[in-house]
């Protein structure tokens, strides 16, 4: 098969592939002004429905791609390789084979699904493929295959932390685990195990891990991939299918007062033509999306620009953490599927085991002292 290869050698390190995001196709920004969106009895362009927005392509573009656009064969060897590879672990495991390596497969990932899939133990004591919907699509916007949602900056990279937001977030770590880690990130140090406050949002079934809620809202990369929208004239309603997460937009308002925060923050929005405008403020400081503080602002665009695809772009701003803004976009793609509960709660068994074993741990330490 021609450059699935050439794909591998896009370095993929386990931070990297829990930060993927989605999408398949869409129309390009003047197709949709020559499209009519339908209307809503208030006379808005109906968004509602259910979406899907797995993909194969990051959130930030990988080291070693220069370019936004994708040439189609590399896009098609990418998409290529990821059918095979499902389908490969989809057969029938054989009774005679070899076990595993130590500590899993160690050899460099082909696609940013691989490497996320042997990150969550896939290989060794975690999920099989059974449970997966990674995705077996590149993003396309603009008629473009794209190596990255992030569009700006030009290197498609989150701009580096400043010198504020560094220091925040190593006092932060020091004591605990990142509120938005993902399923695979790191123990913590000792102490993170001290109470279930210091433990990641996900793991706590709290919010969705990746930004899967938002905003931004992301893919979720492994499973429950579906958003649903529901419009009112007063309202829009974002359903999330991991951990039915669920934002309430209003329209038309104006933000709470600062002392008013919360999870996902405080969404208003209004319509700019046929593209709904959501600036979100008013962020909690228990979530820290990527390291942000409590000022952290999104400004989100949704455009429908044809029967089954919304664009959908954002804009991340926070000078206490980054120096400049910084953009994505990528689109959402119409499903039939529905959407079923993930019945995630933080009180779930594994978490009383987590919290006994660290106890224990500081016992059997104690002793050795």
């Known amino acids: ?51 899907n927005v797995e993909t194969l392509t990051p959130v ?27 389908a490969r672990s989809a057969e029938p495991s054989q009774a005679d ?37 990674m995705g077996e699509k590149v993003v396309v916007v603009n008629g473009e295959r794209r190596s990255s949602i992030i569009v700006d ?19 932060v770590l020091a004591g ?18 001290d109470g279930p406050e210091l433990r990641p949002l996900a793991e706590r079934c709290i919010l969705g891990f990746g930004s899967t809620s938002g905003p931004p809202t992301l893919p979720n990369y492994f499973y429950n991939n579906l958003k649903q929208i529901v419009q009112t004239k007063d309202a829009v309603l974002i359903l999330n299918e991991m951990i039915h997460d669920v934002r309430i937009i209003r329209m038309n308002g104006k933000h709470a007062p600062s002392s008013l925060r919360s999870w996902m923050g405080d969404s208003i929005g209004w319509w700019d033509g046929n593209t709904l ?22 400004t989100e665009r949704f455009l429908r620009v044809d029967p089954q695809t919304i664009l959908y772009r954002f804009t991340v701003e926070d000078p206490a953490t980054w120096d400049r803004p910084w953009t994505g976009e990528y689109p959402w793609i119409a499903s039939n599927e529905q959407i079923y509960e993930y019945a995630c709660h933080e009180g779930n068994h594994s978490f009383g085991g987590i919290l006994r074993g660290a106890r224990l741990a500081d016992t059997e330490n104690a002793k050795k002292d």
Do not use: C
């Not at 130590?102 to 290989?123: I, N």
């Not at 605990?176 to 195990?193: H, I, K, L, Q, Y």
């Open 1 to 51: 098969m021609r450059s699935a290869g050439s794909y591998g050698r896009w370095t993929v390190v386990v931070g990297a592939a829990m930060a993927l995001t989605s999408g398949l196709h869409a129309q390009t920004r003047a197709d949709a002004t020559r499209w009519t969106p339908p209307r809503t009895l208030d006379g808005h362009p109906d968004l509602q429905g259910v979406y």
């Open 60 to 86: 930030e573009r990988p080291a070693g791609i220069t370019s936004l656009v994708l040439p189609r064969e590399t896009a098609d060897a990418l998409e290529a390789y990821e059918r095979q590879r499902v």
């Open 97 to 133: 084979r070899r076990a595993p390596p130590v500590g899993g497969e160690t050899s460099v990932p082909k696609s940013y699904q691989e490497a996320l899939f042997r990150a969550g133990g896939g290989v060794v004591g975690g999920y099989n493929n059974f449970w997966l919907a």
């Open 153 to 171: 900056p030009a290197d498609g990279k989150v701009p580096a932390m400043n010198a504020e937001g560094t220091a925040r977030n190593a006092k």
């Open 176 to 193: 605990r685990v990142s509120p938005d880690a993902a399923e695979n990130a790191a123990g913590g140090p000792p102490t993170a195990f």
């Open 277 to 298: 405008v959501v600036e979100t403020t008013n962020f909690t400081d228990k979530t820290q999306f990527r390291g942000s503080g409590p000022d952290l602002k999104v």
